[in-house]
């Protein structure tokens, strides 16, 4: 006799006991007395080994030595900067590490209810730096590399940004993961670990952007953990067979499958022990290898599953300009929302409650639409897999689900095709069908409406989740809406727009009490202490209080107002702009080999590239302020504002006007910088391939800020937020968030211009059925235009498809805003000139931004949206036991 190998099973991989007591959610067993039980071995052996905080400088010199000999296998000799950069940082980990495992077991103990963010993106920046901070232990670690013989700056800088993210979705995402650690708030992520980030920005010789692969993980990353014994199973494709017993279950079973393998990041809170987590997933093939294929010289065949699996997690938003790269993007909200509902409900299930009781134990936020698809997959693992009726597992449903919209452009409104749907996901289909045709259409949804609105047909195909189109859409901002408990915008505008234009049928239907407003908000560890650490200083200093305290608690900021007179106070505020400056002008010198004059008023805008954001209208008044200057004799030119226009931002891969304003502006910049008519006092830079770190040396040097989007377009923005707390100014048009900014800092202090959100539609109608020409609308525009196309910036005929957007029907109003803008430009430099008053501008700029802190828009989602509290964890005691302190 031998055993016998089931021929079907080559190739793949071994399946190991799934989440085994070594992680989350588990807690000691008891005795009859209530003593926890200590697990195995011997206790005393045990604790004598546990290691507590290196927190003095000699046990984190020790700790770094430790991992340059053993964690990489070096020699104090043969060490560079990025050793002991990776060093220091495992360093570092093993401290998160503590803490981590230190609250996970805190919340498992008090079982409370926790929340999970579900985010496509967390735009996470340097870790190493931004953990130091919220440890208190960047003094020690400074001290403890420099005993080594290097240099913390050196280190920080070895450090490559997380490609994890694109834009402020991503970037709002993970200042609420750091608020909420400092929050002390039950609160984990869930996103995908991409393996290339979204793209490298490159410029070609003719201005144009180039994307190259990211490799942000090349040199691996000691910031995550993987969790090879925490793994999930989800399917693609295959088909859906209902049972007939009248549950409304199905059986889903054939197609693919594929793994999703957890990776941790641990998110250390601000003067807090707690430390919350990121987890991330990785696509891997359940098949591996298939060596008989290979075998038989079929080599493509033989890593067939496993390159199609990788590419499920290789790249951030693929293009879906195809069909292949449409099917990839469903493909990777699927695997995310599947795999990250699986572990949450695992969790739950581990405290032992009933299924029915999962509302009261987990909230999940869905930050955008791209998360949707986690509303029919928790209604098949409710209704398939726990046998819960389809009526008690759609009130499951809308009572565990929340939902941020952040736009407010219908082509921004994710919708995805019935067929693809029905290929790659076809019981989720099936639920949706289910959704609209056995509770809503036919017993509730439809009825009520009707009954509401008698005979208003149209508005029930406006309300209806799909879309009848040709082919059929599914609209998932509608499925978000109808899945969730409550619905909330960003920008007290874009709530109102919300509820007035893209979603007003299920105001009127459900009422208003369903839709809320939470502003956004920044971390002002990241945003102020940590790209700015002479402001930071320099605040704490004049206001004398600990710096936790007031990093932790915004409107402490408003203690400066009281120094506004003092002449010594604003020359030291005055210096640390100037500082920030140079550091900006030597960055541009070391990375683009280009000089600037820091004595210049520095422009800055930096937001992805689209039109909404117009960064047209930018380039646009650069080249109508050029032709000024050129017209202009050498004594008048003496009287402009100097300034330095800095642009930096990613363009989609396939948006092409994106792209050919990127190209202008590389363009504009060689001609203007180049002039020596003008060059001392106008110069344009656009700084390739930005990132969380380049925003962090680009926004404490700003004197002005541009947010300049068509009104009413800009869900909320963060980047307004992040340059007004480092004293910088800001022109903009009324819209999202700026509007509040002005409420708080006051009117005198921002530079508004362009028409307001009501008359936009109107605009936009008489620019199609009656349009007037831009040579009579805006002269000054119709200059700029001609110059353009007349080769001023080479590539003649290059860039007609960009200017005919404008010429012909002017979706985003440049042609209406453009003269208002020149005319904020102008005040702007009227301004700047009296230096005194616009030093005082910046300081009461700086000093009313309290309301903008993600502390407390997390807080306001904690307790208005997902009832949850804070649970702080207290420190070791000396047995080595944790001490626990109940909810607060």
């Known amino acids: 006799m031998t055993s016998v190998l089931d021929t079907t099973a080559i190739g793949k991989v071994p399946r190991r006991r799934r989440h085994v007591r070594t992680l989350t959610g588990y807690l000691p067993e008891k005795d009859s007395e209530g003593k926890e039980k200590w697990p195995r071995g011997e206790e005393k052996a045990w604790k004598d080994g546990l290691r507590g905080l290196d927190t003095g400088v000699s046990s984190i010199t020790k700790s770094i030595v430790n991992h340059v000999q053993t964690s990489l296998a070096r020699q104090p000799h043969e060490i560079d900067n990025f050793g002991a950069y990776q060093a220091a940082a495992l360093s570092v980990r093993d401290n998160l590490i503590i803490n981590w495992n230190e609250t996970q077991l805190h919340y498992s103990r008090t079982a409370g209810k926790r929340a999970y963010y579900l985010s496509l993106e967390f735009l996470m920046g340097r870790a190493l730096d931004n953990a130091l901070l919220n440890l208190g232990l960047k003094q020690q670690y400074t001290d403890g590399v420099d005993k080594l013989g290097f240099n913390m700056e050196d280190l920080l800088a070895q450090e490559r940004d997380a490609g994890l993210g694109n834009g402020g979705l991503g970037r709002l995402a993970a200042c609420y993961l750091d608020s909420s650690a400092s929050q002390e708030l039950p609160v984990w992520g869930y996103g995908l670990r991409y393996r290339y980030g979204i793209f490298q920005q490159l410029i070609s010789p003719e201005g144009q952007q180039l994307e190259a692969p990211d490799p942000w993980l090349d040199n691996a990353n000691p910031w995550e953990l993987p969790r090879v014994d925490v793994s999930y199973e989800v399917r693609f494709h295959g088909s859906a067979e209902r049972l007939r017993d009248g549950s409304g279950r199905a059986i889903w079973e054939g197609g693919q499958e594929v793994l999703a393998v957890a990776y941790d990041v641990p998110i250390p809170g601000c003067n807090t022990r707690n430390t919350n987590n990121l987890r991330l997933w990785e696509s891997k093939p359940k098949r591996g290898f298939d060596l008989n294929s290979f075998n038989a010289g079929d080599y493509e065949r033989a890593v067939e599953s496993s390159n199609s699996a990788a590419a499920i997690t290789s790249v951030l938003y693929p293009n879906d300009h195809t069909t292949f790269g449409k099917e990839l993007r469903l493909k990777q909200q699927y695997f995310w929302t599947a795999a990250s509902l699986a572990d949450i409900v695992r969790r739950f299930k581990n405290i032992g409650r009933p299924i029915t009781d999962f509302p009261q134990y987990v909230s999940i936020q869905l930050n955008d639409t791209h998360p949707t698809l986690a509303v029919p997959e928790l209604m098949r693992l409710l209704v398939d897999e726990e046998d819960v009726p389809w009526n008690a597992a759609w009130d499951i449903v809308t009572e565990t689900f929340f939902f941020t919209n952040h736009t407010v452009l219908p082509e921004a409104l994710e919708t995805w095709p019935v067929p693809l749907m029905q290929y790659l996901l076809p019981r989720h289909m099936q639920i949706i069908f289910d959704i609209v045709s056995l509770m809503f259409a036919r017993l509730i949804f439809s009825a009520a409406v009707e009954r509401k609105f008698p005979g208003d047909r149209e508005r029930l195909a406006r309300m209806s989740l799909i879309e009848e189109s040709v082919p059929q859409n599914v609209r998932m901002a509608h499925l978000a809406c109808i899945g969730s408990r409550k619905v909330n915008g960003v920008a007290e505008l874009h709530s109102e727009l919300v509820q007035t234009t893209i979603l007003k049928d299920f105001v ?305 109003l440049i042609t209406e805003d453009f003269d208002s803008y020149i005319e904020a430009l102008r005040m702007v430099d009227e301004a700047y000139n009296d230096r005194t008053e616009w030093i005082k501008k910046s300081i009461r700029t700086t000093a009313k931004m309290g309301k903008f802190s993600s502390d407390r828009a997390i807080q306001d989602y904690a307790q208005e949206y997902w009832n949850i509290e804070s649970t702080k964890v207290e420190k070791l005691s000396e047995e080595g036991h944790m001490g626990y302190q109940g909810k607060t």
């Open 508 to 812: 009127d239907f459900y009422g208003v009490s369903k839709f809320g407003n939470v502003t956004n908000g920044i971390t002002p560890r990241r945003w102020l202490d940590q790209c700015n650490p002479g402001l930071s200083r320099l605040i704490t200093m004049t206001l004398d209080i600990e710096k936790s305290v007031w990093l932790k608690d915004l409107t402490k900021l408003e203690g400066l107002l009281d120094y506004i007179e003092d002449e010594d106070f604003r020359e030291e505020w005055a210096a640390v702009k100037q500082a920030n400056k140079e550091r900006l002008a030597h960055y541009v010198q070391v990375n683009l080999g280009l000089n600037v004059n820091t004595k210049a008023m520095f422009d800055i805008q930096i937001k992805r590239l689209h039109e909404y954001k117009r960064q047209t209208l930018n380039i646009l008044g650069v080249i109508h302020r050029y032709l000024k200057l050129k017209s202009m004799t050498l004594e008048e030119r003496k009287k402009v504002t100097p300034r330095n226009v800095f642009f930096a931002g990613k363009a989609a891969p396939g948006y092409y006007i994106a792209k050919l304003t990127i190209r202008l502006i590389v363009n504009v910049a060689r001609v203007v910088n180049s002039d020596p008519d003008t060059k001392d006092y106008l110069n344009v830079f656009f700084l390739p391939d930005y990132s969380v770190t380049l925003a962090e040396v680009l926004i404490p040097s700003s004197d002005i800020s541009q947010h300049i989007s068509t009104a009413g377009t800009e869900a909320s923005g963060t980047s307004n937020m992040k340059f007004c707390l480092n004293g910088g100014l800001l022109l903009g048009t009324v819209d999202g968030a700026n509007i509040e900014i002005a409420e708080e800092v006051g009117p005198s202090n921002v530079f508004f211009f362009g028409h307001l959100t009501p008359a936009v539609e109107d605009l936009r109608y008489k620019h199609v059925y009656h349009p007037v020409p831009v040579e009579q609308k805006s002269p000054a525009l119709a200059q700029v235009l001609n110059e353009i196309s007349s080769g001023l910036f080479g590539d003649r005929g290059v860039y007609e498809p960009l200017l005919n957007t404008i010429r012909q029907g002017d979706y985003y």
